[in-house]
T-cell receptor, first 114, second 111 residues
Framework: ETGVTQSPTHLIKTRGQQVTLRCSSQ?????VSWYQQALGQGPQFIFQ???????GRGNFPPRFSGLQFPNYSSELNVNALELDDSALYLC?????????????FGSGTRLTVV | SQQGEEDPQALSIQEGENATMNCSYK?????LQWYRQNSGRGLVHLIL?????REKHSGRLRVTLDTSKKSSSLLITASRAADTASYFC???????????FGKGTTLSVSS
């Protein structure tokens, strides 16, 4: 059984650019959630995808968008990058859309915006 | 916004000692979960306790939940250096689609 895989591990982008982060969910999981974690803070919910549909969204602007594919893998896209977007981006998968059995997190993508 | 608040923010103990971390939250929940994070990498799910449960054990971990006080505690018994990490409590929100995390407790276990 494979866990959650995220790519890339690290990324450096320039302010104003666009970035795409990728996540492969754990085998058998149909739900993927994305979180942003700034240094010294707890993760903040960005959005969740359940069976390819957005199933909930946190307090993030529309320039944060996502996709889930038929194999339940997912992408997080961020347009017009700002310096404050520098953070660890975490992907988590779960068995259902409610996370009643807990979430499996990936190791994250460290994004630095300069 | 963050719902869970862990206390203390930082904890330093010796190997073999017990570590207790507390978490308070604001709204009603379906479940509360505890996660561990090593060196700013991915989170590892430790234990989930449902709102109708009062105590749960997993190995050296013991979690309690008091829904009347909106609080939970995580006890790690006989701590090891490998337990050094940040620990987060998370509650479900937005009809269960999101986890709401606190800022975490940083635990340092020295040998």
């Amino acid at each position: 059984e494979t866990g959650v895989t995220q790519s890339p591990t690290h990324l450096i982008k320039t302010r104003g650019q666009q970035v795409t982060l990728r996540c492969s969910s754990q085998s058998g999981h149909n739900t993927v959630s994305w979180y942003q974690q700034a240094l010294g803070q707890g993760p903040q919910f960005i959005f969740q995808y359940y069976r390819e549909e957005e199933n909930g969204r946190g307090n993030f602007p529309p320039r944060f968008s996502g996709l889930q594919f038929p194999n339940y893998s997912s992408e997080l896209n961020v347009n017009a990058l700002e310096l404050d977007d520098s953070a660890l981006y975490l992907c988590a998968s779960s068995l259902d859309g409610r996370g009643d059995y807990g979430y499996t997190f990936g190791s994250g993508t460290r994004l630095t915006v300069v | 916004s963050q719902q869970g608040e862990e206390d203390p923010q930082a904890l330093s103990i010796q190997e073999g000692e017990n570590a207790t971390m507390n978490c308070s939250y604001k709204t009603s929940i379906n479940n509360l979960q505890w996660y561990r994070q090593n060196s700013g990498r991915g989170l590892v799910h430790l234990i989930l306790i449902r709102s109708n449960e009062r105590e749960k054990h997993s190995g050296r971990l013991r979690v309690t939940l008091d829904t009347s006080k909106k609080s939970s505690s995580l006890l790690i018994t006989a701590s090891r250096a490998a337990d050094t990490a940040s620990y987060f409590c998370a509650t479900d929100g937005q009809a269960g689609t999101a986890l709401i995390f606190g800022k975490g407790t940083t635990l340092s276990v020295s040998s």
